[in-house]
């Protein structure tokens, strides 16, 4: 017996997505990978929605320093760095509209962070939206003290999912 795992997860095309008109393109791939669109909204997001989203957890500022580490970078403290990127976080998300979405499916989590692509434009795969579609990289924006401008932020893990969607869409 083969049990089948329906979940949801939250996409969010970020402000740089937004500005370069990939909402359809984006949503048009999700789709295509089998996933479904169950809600949608585009939004200026509230500084207080993003300060709860891109929260100061510790294990979560860690795994930032981490990934800068990994793109080649020195990084001397992993938490102040993580601290650095998720303060950069809170400020790009809210200088335009964003589009939330919840997407449904099999292994929907899993799934569409396979669609998203590495968080790293310059080392995600060709064939995912980040490698198609990405003109940032991690290097470049630790230089220059900002988040990289990755286009999507996808949940990921099944808690980190129903956190999220309750916040972006408490109705549901």
Do not use: C
Not at 85 to 99: A, Q
Not at 126 to 148: S, Y
């Amino acid at each position: 017996m083969v049990l089948i795992m329906i979940e949801r997860t939250l996409i969010i095309i970020k402000p740089d997505g937004v500005r370069r008109n990939l909402v359809g393109e984006v949503i048009g791939r999700y789709e295509q990978g089998g996933l479904r669109v169950v809600a949608l909204k585009m939004l200026k997001a509230s500084q207080e929605l993003i300060s709860r989203h891109y929260t100061e957890d510790e294990g979560y500022l860690i795994s930032l320093g981490k990934k800068s580490e990994k793109a080649g970078d020195a990084v001397k403290d992993y938490r102040k760095h993580g601290l650095m990127i998720v303060h950069g976080l809170r400020k790009y998300m809210t200088e335009g509209p964003v589009v939330a979405i919840v997407l449904e499916g099999e292994n929907a989590i899993k799934r569409a962070r396979e669609i998203t692509g590495y968080t790293d434009p310059s080392a995600a795969d060709k064939g995912t939206i980040r490698g198609d579609f990405g003109e940032d990289n991690i290097l470049e924006a630790n230089r220059e003290n900002r988040p990289v401008r990755n286009l999507i932020h996808a949940s990921g893990n099944p808690d980190e999912a129903e956190h999220e969607i309750s916040l972006w869409f408490p109705e549901i």
